[in-house]
């Protein structure tokens, strides 16, 4: 399949990307909340086979694969400390013969943000970081911030006034410290977040990319977290939740009071523990062939945007985004879902402490938050705790996020229940792909619980 075309109008692409892709529907981010207190068991759980534990994943997969709508897709789903099951269909490629499975490579982007989340929560647990800590007693760059008078308007003196509080990692944590986003704002502020770097991600190798994510990234991680506190804020701290680069600065807070390297942290403190072999912010030279092709929508055609051995993710970063940049296998990020589901412990193995999960699950949002600043989605109003989308009412127990290719990572810690999706594609919302899966999971997980 040719690649997309360089004629194509950058317009277009940030238009259709920029759009508030995370508002999903409330299906998908409830429906894990349908089996909660249902007790599974095991006996039920073990016998037949995979497509017949889980009918509905499966047929939800080969709805996609089938119809070649996507080239490929992994589910995994398992209950409390259990082995996964793993439902996969197609190839890594539209035009190849490598099937997926359990341990292709797929970009995960925002299912990033949960892992950088609770590694704030272990070095809140440790001592090293406090909940509500103002962000300028780590970074002193951030004590005097401006915020904008007008939400994306002109970047002026007579627009700009001063932050009402501090922010605080509480305040990074909940999306409600009032930076901005590329792929979220418009105007000015957004032309400014892409001429400093303070981009998301980077997607492919190719120049319409740059215009789609809005820039270059910054050169490292420090420098990212000087030219952010340049910026002014689009939000008063502390009063609405709004999707940003919060959780990519997250990352030069650990790296300050750590004295590690942040992808350094990630990888001694949860990859290596929790058993993710393969999940990092680069993909090794032999891991190519592991790794799935991301294609863009165009008028429902997938076309290739970064492809296996060419993609930018062979190459190292310019730093590691907490919010968006690894990249991971269904395998993988259920060990991770795994290890939250077993309240920090996978097999045998402490990883972090009951209490730093349990807060990190929790709604953490500020009690300064606007009557009418909660995350929404469907006219449903969830918490935010640790980077991660927070269950509240009859969605009680759901922790997890999605990712900007089709990517979801769920767990219900109330059921016990895990499920995890991989595919590659974007925009997200051109399909109803993170919608579905949870609730086809939650249909075949009632099923075996009443077995």
Known sequence: ??????????Q???????????????????AGAAVSGLPFAPAAYAQTDVSSRWPEVTRFIRSYVDNRRVAGMVAGMGFGQSAPDFVSAGSRTFDGTSAVGPDTLFRIYSMTKPITGMAVMMCIDEGLLGLDQPLHEI????????VQRQYDGPITADN??????????????????????TIVQQGPIKAAYSRAGLVPFSASRMAIAQDLMGGNPAPSLAEFADRLAEMPLVRQPGTRWSYSVATDLLGRVIEVVTGQAFDDFLQQRIFT??????????????DSRRLAANYFLM?????????????????RPAFPFGGAGLVSSARDYDRFLRMLAGYGEIDGVRV??????????????????????????????????????????NTAGLYGWFGAAG????????????????????????????????????????RLASR
């Open 160 to 181: 700009l006034e001063p932050a009402a509080r501090p922010i605080t990692i509480r305040h990074l944590l909940t999306h409600t410290a009032g930076f901005g986003y």
């Open 273 to 286: 523990p929790v058993g993710m072999d393969s999940t990092g912010f680069r993909v090794a030279a032999q």
């Open 299 to 315: 008028g429902g055609v997938p076309l290739p945007l970064d492809l296996p051995g060419s993609s930018i993710f062979l190459d």
């Open 352 to 393: 972090m402490s009951e209490a730093a999960v349990r807060m990190g699950a929790s709604d953490l949002f500020p009690e300064t938050l606007a009557s009418n600043g909660r995350f929404t989605a469907n006219g449903q109003t969830f918490g935010f705790g640790a980077a991660g989308l927070v269950g509240q009412g």
């Open 139 to 146: 970074l002193p760059a951030y004590r005097n911030m401006r």
């Open 1 to 10: 399949m040719k690649e997309i075309p360089q004629v194509m109008q950058p």
């Open 12 to 30: 277009y692409l940030s238009t259709a990307f920029s759009r508030r892709v995370v508002l999903r529907t409330g299906a998908a981010l409830g």
């Open 407 to 446: 990517t979801v990572g769920l767990v219900n810690l109330q059921a016990g229940l895990r499920h995890t999706l991989m595919t590659q594609y974007m925009p997200a919302e051109n399909y109803d792909v993170q919608s579905r899966f949870p609730v086809a999971v939650a249909q075949d997980a009632m």
